[in-house]
């Protein structure tokens, strides 16, 4: 069912500049090229959905391939919150967010090494500190959202921007006034999940 999705996330990383982007980039190809997903998926939405409608083509050929397949799907997906962060953050949070794993533990083509997805924020949400131990890479494909970590600096970005974390580095996220869609990547230690950090 999501083979065409995988199809296009590859052809975006290899659509960069620079391949593989960071070394990262050539473990998540081998991983989405040799990807073998079920025929069948079980369907899970959750509210975030409902902000897919405000989502505007980039008009980057390669990003708007992986939107427009993603949002044909995005009903009929599984979709998921941080297991850590339902008691934490507010219900308001919770109805504004969610991802869809397509590769990775407990996902729905499973990898050991590998997380490849999609997460969704609805406006003018803030994502508190967090970090995780595994390595990230970040693609913006819809908003513009800002990121900033432990110094305090926030960086602008817009879709088509990447934005990179190495393990355990403290991150925050503040989503502007339309919906975000990104495109994240994790590799080395990807089964924990992200964990809010108390005193960044």
Same mark, same amino acid.
């Given at each position: 069912?999501?083979?065409?999705?995988?199809?296009? #996330?590859? @052809?975006?990383?290899?659509?960069?500049?620079?391949?593989?982007?960071?070394?990262?980039?050539?473990?998540?190809?081998?991983?989405?090229?040799?990807?073998?997903?079920?025929?069948?998926?079980?369907?899970?939405? *959750? %509210?975030?959905?409902?902000?897919?409608?405000?989502?505007?083509?980039?008009?980057?050929?390669?990003?708007?391939?992986?939107?427009?397949?993603?949002?044909? *799907?995005?009903?009929?997906?599984?979709?998921?919150?941080?297991?850590?962060?339902?008691?934490?953050?507010?219900?308001?949070?919770?109805?504004?967010?969610?991802?869809?794993?397509?590769? @990775? %533990?407990?996902?729905?083509?499973?990898?050991? @090494?590998?997380?490849?997805? #999609?997460?969704?924020?609805? %406006?003018?949400?803030?994502?508190?500190?967090?970090?995780?131990?595994?390595?990230?890479?970040?693609?913006?494909?819809?908003?513009?959202?800002?990121?900033?970590?432990?110094?305090?600096?926030?960086?602008?970005?817009?879709?088509?921007?990447?934005?990179?974390?190495?393990?355990?580095?403290?991150?925050?996220?503040?989503?502007?006034?339309?919906?975000?869609?990104?495109?994240?990547?994790?590799?080395?230690?990807?089964?924990?999940?992200?964990?809010?950090?108390?005193?960044?």
């Amino acid at each position: 069912m999501i083979d065409e999705l995988l199809r296009r #996330i590859a @052809g975006f990383h290899r659509s960069r500049p620079v391949v593989p982007e960071l070394p990262m980039v050539g473990t998540v190809l081998d991983a989405l090229d040799n990807a073998r997903c079920p025929a069948a998926v079980e369907p899970d939405p *959750l %509210p975030v959905i409902r902000h897919l409608d405000a989502v505007e083509p980039s008009g980057n050929a390669a990003i708007d391939a992986v939107l427009e397949e993603f949002l044909r *799907l995005a009903p009929a997906l599984p979709w998921l919150h941080t297991a850590g962060y339902l008691d934490v953050l507010s219900r308001d949070y919770l109805d504004n967010f969610g991802y869809v794993q397509l590769l @990775g %533990p407990n996902s729905i083509v499973e990898h050991p @090494g590998v997380r490849v997805g #999609i997460g969704v924020w609805g %406006p003018h949400l803030h994502y508190p500190a967090h970090h995780h131990e595994a390595e990230e890479l970040y693609h913006v494909l819809a908003g513009e959202p800002l990121f900033s970590g432990r110094d305090g600096n926030r960086r602008a970005t817009r879709p088509g921007d990447a934005v990179h974390h190495a393990p355990w580095q403290v991150h925050v996220q503040d989503f502007g006034a339309t919906p975000t869609v990104l495109l994240y990547c994790w590799t080395g230690a990807v089964e924990p999940d992200a964990a809010l950090v108390s005193n960044p």
